[in-house]
């Protein structure tokens, strides 16, 4: 970008220095609209911004992450300028000059502070200083704001309209978002004379940011094998959209449409994952910010859940993603399907990372053999340390099969499912060699590795213990692997009773969990009564699994 150049408005409308004009599209309109209503120092400060965002991403410190960088900004502009824009609303609901300044300036700045967090490379997979980094930025971002006002180009003595731009680009982040909207709406609500919506502009950046999903997000990334597994995760994920776009409805409402490509390489099940995940944190975060704009917009629009999401072959020929990779996303989404138990999912792993055998027991009747959902917690805790690069080798057989299953089948799948013995030899081998097999597999595990297996409680008690008494030890000791277990209270007693392993219950239902998880896919009013009426687990997995396939039929509550 040109130079900015010396000249800076005066605060004395006659003797003003002409300034730079914008030089993106909506940066352009958005000048001459303040210029036009006579907010000529406000309008000077957008060309500004500009320039200094494109300086301080010269040199991007992290390209390891995604594109949060100038074109970022622009795009995350436009969309936010045209989420707050519906067509629909009573033209007193209309932004005023000072709110699109204040929206456009933090859509701008919003990822600025990323580059402020500097001597922190990755390496092969620190998936801890990539959260670090993540989480953040944002508030990072806001501080950039505050305490560089006037090398931004904004007003330097216009402590209140700076706030609000540093608080509005601090709520993009999801951990931020909750308390920077209290602080805005709290704050004195006039700028400059005009009303301002401060929850509805931190409600449509971070939908704005949340939206630009394409693939023009990674183009400037390392190739695949110079990142980590959750960089090249999300890597993946924006090769994998051609666009994404807005539109407003005839009803007044924003529908959001993501074309994706499906390259020859990437089987229907892996794709089948991206595009769910992409789903299910668009609607999160349409949930999270609902309130913002049902209040800002007077009930007059509100962004549909009912996403199109339209496929289409790719042309490129692609390598396939690398399980690990995909262990990242599965992770998540498998994570979305848990009705409830978030702390038990938290004890669960503590205690797995500490090395203590587990057993997460629940409820089975005649007509659901998990009534609790044990096994989705189960399943739950494997994804995330599957993501985390744990051996593990896992057994559902029993589950599967009913209880007909037996020892030798138990033992057989678990060496299957590491691929440490192959189909064609399984039906050869004995239980001696599968135990052998594993014992190899999990002697190079860094820096412990799970065996986990569901509905243990099927196996014959003296099974049971011959399986975690004389069969464990032999694979792994106690610092090398781990146990993690399903099944009744009642049939695991034997374990129990002998201190094999630590009983965490899903007995309970956390009402708030389960308003929390069904809020995501339905209005939150509609979720408290359903999470008051007193079903049991499966039942509310149930009604989730049936307001996703409303949405994907194309329609919203």
């Known amino acids: 970008m040109t130079s900015t150049g010396p000249g800076g408005p005066s605060t004395r409308e006659g003797d003003r220095v002409p300034a730079p004009t914008p030089s993106t599209p909506v940066a352009k309109q958005l000048f001459v609209e303040l210029h036009a209503g006579g907010l000529n120092m406000l309008a000077d400060a957008v060309p500004k911004i500009e320039a200094f965002v494109y300086t301080e991403w010269q040199v991007d410190h992290m390209p390891w992450f995604t594109d949060h960088g100038p074109g970022h900004s622009e795009r995350v502009a436009a969309f936010a300028m045209d989420l707050g824009t519906p067509t629909k609303i009573h033209p007193d609901l209309s932004r005023n000059l000072i709110e699109k300044f204040v929206l456009w300036s933090a859509a701008w700045l919003h990822d600025i502070g990323m580059q402020q967090l500097l001597g922190t490379a ?161 609607w999160r975060q349409i949930a999270k910010t609902e309130r913002q704009f049902a209040s800002g917009f007077d009930g007059q629009a509100r962004i549909s859940r009912a996403i199109v999401m339209e496929r289409r072959p790719g042309i490129l020929t692609i390598a396939s993603p690398e399980p690990e990779v995909m262990a990242v996303i599965e992770a998540d989404n498998t994570s979305d399907e848990l009705i409830n138990h978030r702390a038990t999912l938290s004890r669960v792993q503590q205690l797995i990372d500490s090395r203590t055998n587990v057993a997460i027991t629940g409820r089975r009747s005649q007509d659901f053999d998990d009534e609790d959902g044990r096994e989705d917690l189960l399943g739950v805790v494997l994804a995330r340390q599957r993501a985390r690069g744990r051996r593990i080798a896992s057994s559902i057989c029993l589950r599967e099969s009913g209880g007909a299953a037996g020892l030798k089948d138990v033992v057989i799948q678990l060496a299957l499912d590491c691929d440490a013995m192959t189909p064609e030899d399984a039906a050869a081998q004995t239980i001696d060699r599968a135990v052998s097999l594993l014992a190899e597999f999990f002697a190079e595990a860094e820096p412990f590795g799970i065996i986990a297996v569901s509905c243990v409680d099927w196996l014959k008690p003296e099974d049971q213990l011959v399986f975690l008494e004389h069969l464990i030890p032999r694979i792994g000791s106690a610092d090398r692997v781990s146990l993690l277990v399903s099944g009744t209270e009642a049939g695991l007693k034997g374990m129990l009773t002998r201190g094999l392993a630590e009983e965490v219950d899903c007995l309970s239902i956390d009402r708030a969990g389960v308003e929390d998880s069904l809020a995501v896919y339905i209005p939150r009013n509609h979720a408290v009564s359903e999470a008051s009426s007193g079903l049991r687990y499966f039942e509310y997995a149930k009604l989730r699994q049936n307001h996703i396939r409303t949405l994907l039929e194309g329609l919203s509550v």
Not at 133 to 143: A, G, L
Not at 153 to 175: E, K, M, S
Not at 238 to 261: A, F, K, M, Y
């Open 122 to 282: 990755l390496g092969g997979g620190n998936e801890t200083i990539y959260g670090r980094i993540r989480s953040q930025h944002p508030d990072q971002s806001s501080i950039v704001i505050l305490n560089k006002a006037q090398l931004i180009g904004l007003p330097p003595r216009d402590a209140p309209l700076i706030g609000a731009i540093a608080y509005v680009a601090r709520a993009h982040g999801t951990a931020y978002y909750e308390e920077s909207v209290s602080t805005l709406e709290t704050s004195s609500p006039y700028m400059h004379g005009k009303q301002i919506r401060g929850g509805l502009l931190a409600a449509i950046l971070l939908m704005a940011d949340e939206i630009d999903l394409g693939h023009e997000r990674a183009l400037r990334m390392p190739m695949p094998n110079e990142l980590n597994t959750i960089s090249n995760a999300h890597a993946l994920k924006h090769d994998c959209v051609q666009n994404s776009s807005i539109s407003h409805l005839r009803d007044g409402n924003i529908q959001i449409t993501i074309h994706t490509s499906q390259f020859p390489g990437i089987p229907n099940s892996d794709m089948n994952s991206i595009e769910g995940w992409i789903l299910e944190k668009l």
